[in-house]
């Protein structure tokens, strides 16, 4: 149990588009939803937490415009770079949480496989 | 604020050697402490956390690790390096565990490099 999806793996777009990036709870409700950036060979800096049904909270630095997040239900949520650069161009990760049905476990993050955003 | 710090970006181990990775924290409140493995283009998995009771925590793959508060460390051992263990390691801190809205902070990671 306990496992997330992201969609695509891998992405490479041109400058200005939009990429949407999703991520899946497939056998838990997750009522929060985390997602990550990580640069080569450094660690995971979180960029939002969104809690389904509400907006999320952005972490200092992280423009909200331009990395849009949408968490409608218990089980998606989804990033969109709007008007991609090449500064855009990371190792995006999506984290979920929520009650695990009968295991009694709630506070884990169970993290998706990433998505490598390469933008032109 | 919690924070993390790693000793050492980078650990090389010959097969069959003892692993450390270091970990210490720093928390005002009681912390709960994990451990995740992530291997190349992929996200993370968890090794084994620390929330309450025992201080020595055993995970998956052999590994496991010592709360000492004294210290404010965390640090990740296993026994004998397997070559599949060459990964990179990251240790992450978490308050208010209980709370819906808590969040992990990330050390920088350690690649472990195993040697034949």
């Known amino acids: 149990g306990a496992v997330v999806s992201q969609h695509p793996s891998r992405v490479i777009c041109k400058s200005g588009t939009s990429v949407k990036i999703e991520c899946r709870s497939l056998?838990?409700?997750?009522?929060?939803m985390f997602w990550y950036r990580q640069f080569p060979k450094q660690s995971l800096m979180l960029m939002a937490t969104s809690n389904e049904g509400s907006k999320a909270t952005y972490e200092q630095g992280v423009e909200k415009d331009k990395f849009l997040i949408n968490h409608a239900s218990l089980t998606l949520s989804t990033l969109t770079v709007t008007s991609a650069h090449p500064e855009d161009s990371s190792f995006y990760i999506c984290?979920?949480?929520?009650?695990?049905?009968?295991?009694?476990?709630?506070?884990?993050?169970?993290f998706g496989p990433g998505t490598r955003l390469t933008v032109l | 604020a919690q924070s993390v710090t790693q000793l050492g970006s980078h650990v090389s181990v010959s097969e069959g050697a003892l692993v450390l990775l270091r970990c210490n924290y720093s928390s005002s409140v009681p912390p709960y402490l994990f451990w995740y493995v992530q291997y190349p283009n992929q996200g993370l998995q968890l090794l084994l956390k620390y929330t309450t009771g025992a201080t020595l925590v055993k995970g998956i793959n052999g590994f496991e690790a010592e709360f000492k508060k004294s210290e404010t460390s965390f640090h990740l051992t296993k026994p004998s390096a397997h070559m599949s263990d060459a990964a990179e390691y990251f240790c992450a801190v978490s308050v208010g565990a209980n709370s819906g809205y808590s969040t992990l902070t990330f050390g920088k990671g350690t690649m472990l490099l195993v040697s034949p």
């Open positions: 984290s979920a949480r929520g009650l695990l049905a009968g295991s009694g476990r709630y506070n884990e993050q169970f």
């Open positions: 056998d838990f409700q997750a009522t929060t």
